[in-house]
């Protein structure tokens, strides 16, 4: 599939699914309660932490404001360095771009480090469909990989499964047979497994989660060290990277290795930060490839209201703590990109016709808006897209019937006299019946203020 979307069912109808499997609300419950307390004790450790905040926001706004300029000065400083930039408009166009590069060096296998921008192309099922096999090596994306399942959170893609469900999983696939579901031993199983693909892959692939114009380096933060092996012990590297990754400055990423890793592991720090710029002769990759990627991106930049989503750095903190996601977990977005920040950037990459029940998949709570490292206002967007998306057409009626009462203040006096007779059994009914079968219709004040403000004048 070479598009972030992977069900096919509307939100509501995935979560009455989902909302049924206790087992997946106990897992997530537990999870995002978990990295959600931790990261507020991280961030509380830091008086400046509105500054970084307001500091990421600022560099990133700078970012999608002058994007083209970036872009171009990143290709220039990145070609300078040895690596050769390559362009890619859609989905499918970048993934033909990898699979030529991995043909040309005659492989049929590629380690993979965990990356949502190549999951959004549908990489691994292009590569598949020209008969080369991408190994997920980030220990969650392999439990996935092995079982034909995909991810259901940005940071932690398994979090929908628990260990034994896991040992299960190796059982029945790399073994060995009498595993037990202790993390370590579950650990050490997946270790085995990689550490021959690591020693013979020729090719690696990475995205990233900065890449720097000034200087044309590439950053990726990770925890298993899994990534610094892709990157490292490969004679090719190819990078895929969206082009909302850029930072202006190599000096921007102080900021941001402080504003992530809190925000996303509720980590100080991040075990591993690997950084590359271009090709170092007898050091590393002898040959590197940067795909940059647009997807969608530059149509989202062009709507001054939704193009915020485009500096998302994706931490995942807002799906920690929204409601919605902790009860429905991440398949019922039907796409890689789950959560608040799903609800906001599917409709838009995709269209919001595509996915119109999708910016409705919030409470509206701000949660989101107050854990997100780069101060995007999720809930305003929310609201901007509900304002596009199709509307049934008993909702566009009950629209046009309020538009024409509010036209004009006598049929909207009159309006207000009839709500306070008709019984709100019957106002609640009809094409209210799916808004107020969770809640309950506010009864009607007996006096408006204007019939309050006469009585008191005369
Ligand atoms: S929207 Fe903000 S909180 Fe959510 S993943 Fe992106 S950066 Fe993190």
Redesign the pocket.
Known sequence: MSSARRGASSFPEAARVELRNTQLRRNLGHATHTIREKRAAVVAELEDWELLREAGDAIKRDVTANLDRYLEQFEAAATAAGAMVHWALGADGASDIVAGIVERHGEREVVKVKSLTTDEIGLNDALARRGVEAVETDFAELVLQLDGDWSSH?LVPAIHRNRTEIRDIFRRTIGPADLTDDPAVLAEAARLHLRARFLRARVGISGANFAIAETGTLVVLESEGNGRMCTTLPEVLVSVVGIEKLLPRFDDLGIFLQLLPR?STAERMNPYTSLWTGVTPGDGPQELHIVLLDNGRTDVLRDPAGRDAL?????????NVCPVYERTGGHAYGSIYP???GAILTPQLEGVDAVPTLPYASSLCGA?YE????R?D?PRILVHLRGQAPKRPAERRMMRALAWVFADSRRYRRAQRLARVVPRRVAGGGPMRGWTSSRELPPVAPQTFREWWDERRS
């Open positions: 940005i925000s500096r998302c750095i994706r931490c995942s903190a807002c799906l959560g608040p920040i989101c854990v997100c490292p780069v995007i999720i």
